[in-house]
């Protein structure tokens, strides 16, 4: 049996920089057309030029495959609406971090003062710029993105015309702010599809699987499965594929964040198929990202899998991935 897959997107991806970069890249061009690139690099993506000049080491690494990667700046509250208009046609959103709460997010926002982020926003809106956000609090780590519902609503009700895109959510909240609101959308990971915090931390603690947000609990895995299944349309793929070296992962101080980018679509493939939604897949990895960011162009590439027996390399490079060493029932053919 084979599935055939047109022009798969990743919202949402970690691609790092230098070593690491050349590393991981080209493992998301060859399965996918096109990335929404993380801008949380050390310094963080904040100019002009910082982001063209990170776009040409992206395509630089990713070789001769067929990829764009959509690129995002780390969001500041002192954009003003001619800076983001001279950036406009090489910007596809602008992610926004709560200070101090994932890899390199220091500089993030600190509280959420409507006013500090008016002027900002409102420009984003006038030029049809998407917000998205890394929606956690800085409270019990189980609670944070429940707790971070409250200042979605609020932007979603200052901003009516703004779309804000509640990245890798994670749980049941989550999934039912999607439609109190018009303008509020959101990405769903792979590994929160998958697991929940048994598998991390249930028994021996599972470092390749410890990511922010955390997984959370059975019943916030299948609210986020009820979605992504049915291909909710205000809801993508975001695979949140954050790569760190082995020995930043298995540490006392472990780093967040699952490295998924290479067994992606053949998880999902499998999983789809398991609950007969099949017909939904291409909607969640491609069709419902191009109506939500509808200023994008996407690259036609034919994705094939086909049920070939898959064994996930022990490592890619010095990077960990999810399942490593274990074969999947479905295989990208080259």
């Known amino acids: 049996m084979s599935i055939t897959l047109n022009s798969p997107l990743d919202m949402h991806l970690h691609l790092r920089d230098n070593e690491m970069l050349k590393t991981v890249a080209p493992l998301s061009?060859?399965?996918?057309?096109?990335?929404?690139?993380m801008p949380n690099l050390?310094?963080?993506?904040?100019t002009k030029e910082g982001l063209i000049?990170?776009?040409?080491?992206?395509i630089d690494a990713i070789g001769d495959n067929n990829f764009i990667p959509y690129m995002t700046l780390f969001f500041k509250s002192t954009y003003t609406k001619e800076f983001?208009?001279?950036?406009?046609d090489e910007l596809t959103a602008i992610k926004l971090?709560?200070?101090g709460i994932t890899t390199n997010s220091e500089g993030g926002v600190s509280g959420f003062d409507i006013e500090e982020l008016r002027e900002t926003l409102t420009a984003m809106s006038e030029l049809g710029i998407p917000l998205?956000?890394?929606?956690?609090?800085?409270?019990?780590?189980?609670?944070?993105?429940?707790?971070?519902?409250s200042i979605y609503e609020k932007l979603a009700l200052n901003f009516p015309e703004l779309k804000i895109i509640m990245e890798h959510i994670t749980t049941k909240e989550s999934v039912e702010a999607l439609d109190r609101f018009e303008n509020l959308y959101a990405t769903i990971t792979l590994h929160h599809l998958m697991i929940t915090l048994d598998d991390v931390a249930g028994g021996m603690l599972?470092?390749?699987?410890?990511c922010k947000p955390i997984a959370k609990r059975p019943e916030d895995r299948e609210a986020l499965r009820e979605v992504a299944l049915k291909a909710h349309p205000k809801v993508s793929f975001g695979s949140d594929s954050a790569p760190h070296p082995q020995h930043a992962k298995e540490a006392s101080h472990c780093s967040a964040g699952v490295f998924t980018a290479p067994i992606a679509?053949?998880?999902?493939?499998?999983?789809?198929?398991?609950?007969?939604?099949?017909?939904n897949l291409q909607a969640f990895v491609s069709d419902n990202a191009q109506k939500i960011y509808s200023n994008l162009k996407v690259p036609t590439k034919i994705i094939t899998l086909e049920e070939k027996p898959f064994l996930v390399p022990n490592k890619y490079g010095d990077v960990v991935p999810m399942y490593a060493g274990k074969e999947l029932k479905y295989s990208i053919v080259v």
């Open 84 to 88: 983001l208009k001279s950036i406009r």
């Open 97 to 99: 971090y709560p200070a």
């Open 53 to 58: 000049s990170y776009k040409n080491r992206i």
């Open 29 to 37: 061009a060859k399965s996918f057309s096109g990335a929404i690139i």
């Open 265 to 279: 679509l053949q998880v999902l493939t499998e999983l789809f198929l398991e609950h007969s939604s099949l017909e």
């Open 132 to 149: 998205s956000i890394h929606g956690e609090t800085n409270g019990f780590v189980m609670d944070r993105e429940a707790e971070f519902v």
């Open 42 to 46: 050390v310094p963080p993506v904040t």
């Open 206 to 210: 599972e470092p390749h699987l410890f």
